[in-house]
């Protein structure tokens, strides 16, 4: 009787809503459009995709070092074959012998996305495993074969050979889901088997770790170990994500679970399909936000964009006349909102492709033309070392004041003081106050200052310049290129207050 009485208190509060809202002027059947009821069940839904979820369990033999060495025995100790047998044979020792093996396994979920036996799953739950088992919901166990994986998102694509055509599903466009959808989770939690869980798509485009392609769907569904890899799929029955990780201080669910979108998945599996190893695009520049301070001092109005930091020399942004201190609003036709942004539509866009790069340049719009190269080429090349242009004035031996640092000239004594690297060329911070600016942005001994207001600085003098013209031209903070010892620079704003 319970039921009945739910539903009947339901409509009638929906009935006082509306004669609410429509005697108060609003308008009211639009608003009622919204007031939908949660499914009666998701039973159909499961029982039709149910069969194409899979458990997968991995294998992993490690070699354990071993811990004892075999005693130096005087030549023709009569106690040499007693020990070579103890020590090899057994595994004690460092000998040729055996060495103990042991097998590491995990267990985790996958589904199937082509009846001829194609599994989707996440890189982690397979990693380095040598021998790679799919069970299905009819308690078959089929041999896996990795046909290819990628760290970055988070995938793996395995291939099994059954005797029959699998059951299998297919992906939906994860852009079309919207905050507040109802989503259902199936796997393998704590090794329990086929498990189906049901939540809403909590948020959108989370970033979960300070990996480049993040942009990850969130989801309340309870998704626990052994969910990892399993599919997040939408009333259609169709996959919008891969589950892939949870934000949980016990280990469980606790309502935060994160998926990949299917639209950030699907061009890596492709790939991984075709080539066995992903092809990414590559711009070859280092990148970093743009924050309040930097915008105003880079006269864009807003935050907005990817500001670049370092161009790499062997990439293809050098030759397309791209540089430090250019902030890419635009690339291949897409705004770049933020930072964040420029990874993802880089790495999705094939190799080899020229697209046209929008930047803003000292307050000025322009387009580059760059021809991608290959991010895992990229990856192999040794990074930037970023310096500072040589020439200007002549330092003099002294201390400077300015944004509450202490600058001084480089000289070969500092360079050893702080292990600065030869290339690194510029002003050294000597000293910061604590309570300055500066030391907000994280400024430290040991930096160099290379550009104040994307204008190459060698003395002190130079600086402190630079800082009063700018204070006289009303500027609100000075923009610096701050390089480490080791070379690695980064755009920082510093309040002229």
């Not at 934000?247 to 890596?268: D, E, R």
């Amino acid at each position: 009787m319970a039921k009945p009485f739910l539903t009947t208190l339901r409509r009638t509060a929906i009935a006082a809503a509306a004669a609410t809202a429509i005697g108060a002027g609003a308008i009211g059947a639009p608003s009622l459009a919204y007031a939908r009821s949660a499914p009666e069940s998701f039973a159909d839904l499961a029982e039709q995709i149910t069969d194409a979820v899979v458990n997968i369990s991995a294998s992993t033999t490690v070699t354990e070092q071993r811990s004892v060495p075999i005693p130096q025995l005087p030549p023709g100790s009569p106690f040499q074959d007693f020990f070579d047998d103890f020590f090899n044979n057994r595994g004690g020792g460092e000998g040729g012998g055996p060495r103990p093996q042991r097998r590491s396994n995990s267990l985790g979920s996958g589904f199937v996305i082509d009846p001829a036996g194609i599994v989707i799953t996440n890189n982690h739950v397979i990693g380095d495993a040598n021998d790679v088992t799919v069970i299905f919901n009819d308690g078959r166990k089929l041999k896996a074969e990795i046909v290819g994986k990628d760290s970055k998102v988070d995938i793996a694509v395995l291939r099994v050979k059954p005797d029959k055509p699998l059951k299998a599903v297919k992906f939906g466009d994860s852009d079309k889901a919207r905050i507040g959808d109802w989503v259902i989770a199936i796997g393998n939690p704590f090794g329990l088997g086929g498990s189906v869980s049901a939540g809403i798509v909590s948020a959108r485009n989370r970033d979960i770790s300070d990996q480049s392609y993040g942009h990850y769907i969130q989801t309340d569904a309870a998704i626990n170990k052994g969910n990892s890899g399993g599919p997040l799929f939408n009333m259609d029955g169709e996959v919008i994500g891969i589950n892939t990780a949870i934000l949980s201080p016990s280990g469980g669910s606790i309502g935060i679970g994160f998926s990949v979108p299917s639209n950030m998945a699907k061009p890596v599996i492709d790939q991984l399909i075709q080539y066995g190893e992903t092809r990414r695009g590559w711009l070859g520049v280092r990148i970093q936000n743009v924050d309040d301070a930097i915008a105003e001092s880079l006269a864009l109005g807003s935050p907005r964009g990817a500001l670049v930091a370092g161009i790499d020399d062997k990439g293809p942004a050098k030759p397309a006349g791209i540089e430090p201190g250019d902030v890419i609003v635009k690339f291949d036709g897409v705004d770049v909102k933020e930072s964040k942004d420029l990874p993802r539509l880089v790495g999705q866009t094939p190799v080899g492709k020229e697209v046209q790069v929008g930047i803003v340049r000292k307050g000025q719009e322009m387009t580059k033309t760059v021809k991608l190269g290959r991010l895992e080429d990229g990856e192999k090349q040794a990074k930037l070392s970023s310096g500072g242009n040589g020439g200007g004035d002549v330092d003099k031996p002294t201390v400077k004041r300015a944004l509450g640092l202490e600058l001084s000239p480089m000289n070969d004594e500092l360079r050893r003081r702080y292990s600065i690297k030869e290339n690194v060329k510029g002003v050294v911070v000597s000293r910061v106050d604590p309570n300055s600016p500066a030391a907000d942005k994280r400024i430290q001994p040991g930096d160099v200052i290379v550009e104040v207001q994307q204008e190459p600085v060698t003395s002190p003098d130079a600086i402190t310049k630079r800082i009063d013209a700018l204070k006289k031209d009303g500027k609100k903070s000075a923009l610096l290129l701050v390089a480490n010892a080791q070379g690695e620079v980064r755009f920082v704003a510093v309040g002229l207050d």
